[in-house]
C-alpha cells in the first residue's frame, strides 16, 4: 500500500463550518457568480462547435487510463529521456520531500529569490512556505497568483486563483501592497491593471536567476515539458533564467505528442473557452546557449500512487486542471473555493484532496459531502471523471462518526426484521402523538441532539397518524 500525501491539500476546517462563513459574504458570491458564468457560457459556445467532442472527451479517458495503467514503465522512459536530454529528474514521495529538493538546489545556485509560474504542484506541497523559511523570496508571475501572494491570500480557484476579488478590490490591493506603484495612473481599469503588473515584474524577470515551474503535461516519449498558459509570464520564467525547476506531479505523464495533441483540443475549450490557449511552451532538458542551462524535474507523488492503488478511485487522476467543474457546480458558485480548506477547490477537490491525504487526514472527510450530486461536473469533464459516482465511493467508504455507525448499526438490526420494523414504527408514531396534536404543519424546525445536525439545514416531518398498511386495511 502506497504512502499518503501532505501538504496544503489537508483541510483544517469540517466543509459545512467554513461554508457557513463564506455564505456569509455576498460581495464574494457576486463576484463567483459573474466570473464562473461568463466563462461556463464561453465553453460552452466553443464545446459546440466540435461534433466530435464527446469522442475526443473518450480519447482523453482512455489515454489517460493506459497511463495509469503503466505509470511506473512510463515514469522510467520519461526519466531516461529526459536524462539524456540533459536535465536532472528526482523523485519525491510527499510534500516535505519536495520542498527539502528544491530548496536545497535553490541554495546551491546562492540565489535568495525564485521566479515562480503558476503551479498547482507546488502550492500542493507549501513550496512558498518553505522557501521563505529557508530566508528565499519567492515572486509569483501569473497575475492572479501574483494578486492572491500581495493580498497575502490563497488561491479560490484553480485556473483564476483571484476570482473571488472583482477589478475595484484588486486595484486597493495594488495599491496598498505593490512595491513603486504610481498611484496616479493606477485606476481599476483592466489595461490599468495589467500595465501596473507588466511594471512590476518585468525588472524581475530581467534579473532573476532562478524559476520554479510546474507542467500541465510531460511526454515521456522524448522527456519533455509542457506549459500551456494565457499571459505569456509563464514564458519568461521558462526561457530567461539560468536554472529552472519543474515539480510536476506523477500523473502528468501522457506516452508520447499525438497523445498530447488530445489535451491541447481539450484543455483550452474546458478552461478559458478558447480555441487554442495563447502561448504553449514545450522544453526537452538542456539546449547549450539557448534557455536555462541548469534543468531539474522533481516527479512529485504525495499521495498520487495511493490514489492508483483504488480501482474506483483512481479515475480522479485523469484530472488535466482545467476547472471547468468548478465553474458549473452550484455549490463552489456559492462557497468559493476557500470553504473546501485544500488547493483543490469544487468537485475535483471533493474527490481528490481526500484521496491523496486518506479520509482521516484533517478535515478532509467532510469534503465529499460538499456536492448535491447534480452530475454537472461529470457533464462538463473533458476527460468523464464520473465525479458524482466517486463522490459515494468516498462516502461509502469514508470514517464515520461512532455515533452514526452505533445508529447505523441499530437501524439494520430493526430492518432486517419485519416485526421489529412493524414494532418499531408503531412506537414512534405514539411518541409523536403528542406532537402531531399541536404541531399543525406536520414539521419539526428542530431536532434534539444528536439529531440537530438533521434540522441544520431542512425540517423533520412527523410520523403519519397511520401505517399505509393500516390505512389499507381500514378501506
Ligand atoms: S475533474 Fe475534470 S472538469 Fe474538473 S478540473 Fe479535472 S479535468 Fe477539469
Known amino acids: 500500500m502506497s504512502g499518503h500525501g501532505d501538504g496544503h491539500i489537508v483541510a483544517h476546517r469540517p466543509f459545512p463550518a467554513a461554508a457557513t462563513v463564506e455564505l456569509g459574504k455576498p460581495q464574494l458570491r457576486e463576484n463567483l457568480r459573474n466570473a464562473t458564468h461568463t466563462i461556463r457560457d464561453k465553453r460552452l459556445r466553443l464545446v459546440a462547435e466540435r461534433d466530435d467532442w464527446e469522442e475526443l472527451r473518450a480519447s482523453g479517458a482512455r489515454i489517460k487510463d493506459g497511463v495509469l495503467a503503466r505509470l511506473p514503465e512510463l515514469l522510467d522512459q520519461f526519466t531516461e529521456a529526459a536524462t539524456a536530454a540533459g536535465a536532472v529528474v528526482h523523485r519525491a514521495a510527499d510534500a516535505e520531500q519536495a520542498c527539502a529538493i528544491v530548496t536545497d538546489l535553490v541554495r546551491a545556485t546562492g540565489e535568495t529569490e525564485v521566479l515562480k509560474v503558476k503551479s498547482m504542484a507546488t502550492q500542493e506541497i507549501a513550496l512558498n512556505e518553505a522557501l521563505t523559511a529557508a530566508g528565499i ?3 509569483e508571475t501569473d497575475l492572479a497568483e501574483l494578486i492572491v501572494q500581495l493580498a497575502g491570500d490563497t488561491p479560490s480557484h484553480i485556473l483564476v486563483p483571484a476570482i473571488h476579488y472583482n477589478r475595484a478590490q484588486i486595484r486597493d490591493i495594488f495599491a496598498r501592497q505593490m512595491p513603486g506603484v ?27 536567476r532562478v524559476a520554479v515551474s510546474g507542467a500541465n503535461f510531460a511526454v515521456a516519449e522524448t522527456g519533455s515539458l509542457v506549459v500551456v498558459e494565457s499571459e505569456g509570464n509563464g514564458r519568461m520564467c521558462l526561457t530567461l533564467p539560468e536554472t529552472l525547476i519543474s515539480v510536476v506531479g506523477i500523473e502528468k505523464l501522457v506516452p508520447n505528442f499525438q497523445d498530447l495533441a488530445v489535451f491541447l483540443e481539450l484543455l483550452p475549450r474546458s478552461s478559458t473557452g478558447e480555441r487554442m490557449n495563447p502561448y504553449t511552451t514545450v522544453w526537452s532538458g538542456v539546449t547549450p546557449g539557448d534557455g536555462p542551462q541548469q534543468v531539474h524535474i522533481v516527479l512529485l507523488d504525495n499521495g498520487r500512487s495511493a490514489v492508483r492503488d483504488d480501482p474506483v478511485g483512481r479515475q480522479a487522476l485523469r484530472c ?27 468537485p475535483i477537490g471533493a474527490i481528490l484532496s481526500p484521496q491523496l ?23 462538463a469533464c473533458p476527460v468523464r471523471i464520473n465525479i458524482p459516482e466517486l463522490l459515494i465511493h468516498l462516502r461509502q467508504t469514508g470514517p464515520k462518526p461512532a455515533g452514526e455507525r452505533a445508529a447505523m448499526r441499530a437501524a439494520a438490526q430493526v430492518m ?12 414512534l408514531r405514539w411518541a409523536a402523538a403528542p406532537l402531531r396534536w399541536t404541531n399543525r404543519r406536520g414539521r419539526l424546525r428542530r431536532l434534539p441532539w444528536p439529531l ?9 416531518p412527523l410520523p403519519p397518524g397511520a401505517s399505509f398498511r393500516q390505512w389499507w386495511a381500514d378501506r
Not at 321 to 342: D, F, K, M, Q, T
Not at 416 to 427: C, D, E, K, N, V
Not at 452 to 460: C, F, I, L, Q
Open 452 to 460: 440537530s445536525g438533521w434540522t441544520a439545514s431542512r425540517d423533520a
Open 320 to 346: 488535466i486542471r482545467c476547472s471547468a467543474c468548478l465553474n458549473v457546480c452550484p455549490v463552489y458558485e456559492r462557497v468559493g473555493g476557500h470553504a473546501y480548506g485544500s488547493v483543490y477547490p469544487g
Open 137 to 139: 523570496e519567492p515572486v
Open 357 to 379: 491525504t486518506g479520509q482521516a487526514a484533517g478535515a478532509n472527510r467532510t469534503l465529499p459531502y460538499a456536492s448535491t450530486l447534480c452530475g454537472a461536473c461529470f457533464d
Open 182 to 208: 504610481d498611484l496616479s495612473t493606477l485606476t481599476d481599469d483592466p489595461p490599468a491593471l495589467a500595465e501596473a503588473a507588466r511594471r512590476h515584474l518585468r525588472q524581475k524577470f530581467l534579473t532573476a
Open 416 to 427: 432486517r426484521s419485519p416485526r421489529r420494523y412493524r414494532s418499531a414504527l408503531r412506537s
